[in-house]
């Protein structure tokens, strides 16, 4: 059984910046496709970054830049760095865990991310 725990999460004002990470267990993390997704109030869940087993990283348009996914596989933590925070990226934050690329995975609880003055 795959456990994922979000977390870094809170109320930054506008150009601020968050950590958050995402712990996983039961499954080395080194292994799998490594996803974060942000769900905004009454908006689908999106994907918006992603490392492969392989370390590749890829970070949707909308946020390159300003988005960043690393991991660490001693600590079998992933992280979602996130710069110059905009209103617009307030959101439930979820970490996902998958071994094939089409699985549905194991998904984390959500850490809330709110963006205001």
């Known amino acids: 059984q795959v456990q994922l725990v979000e977390s870094g999460g809170g109320l930054v004002q506008p150009g601020g910046s968050l950590r958050l990470s995402c712990a996983v267990s039961g499954r080395p993390i080194g292994i799998a496709y490594m996803y974060w997704y942000r769900q905004a109030p009454g908006k689908q869940r999106d994907s918006v970054a992603s490392?492969?087993?392989?370390?590749?990283?890829t970070v949707v348009n909308s946020v390159r830049g300003r988005f960043a996914i690393s991991r660490d596989t001693t600590k079998n933590t992933v992280y979602l760095q996130i710069e110059d925070l905009k209103p617009e990226d307030t959101a439930v934050y979820y970490c996902n865990f998958r071994l094939g690329i089409n699985d549905l995975g194991y998904w984390g609880q959500g850490t809330q991310v709110t963006v205001s003055s």
């Open positions: 490392i492969s087993p392989g370390g590749i990283t």
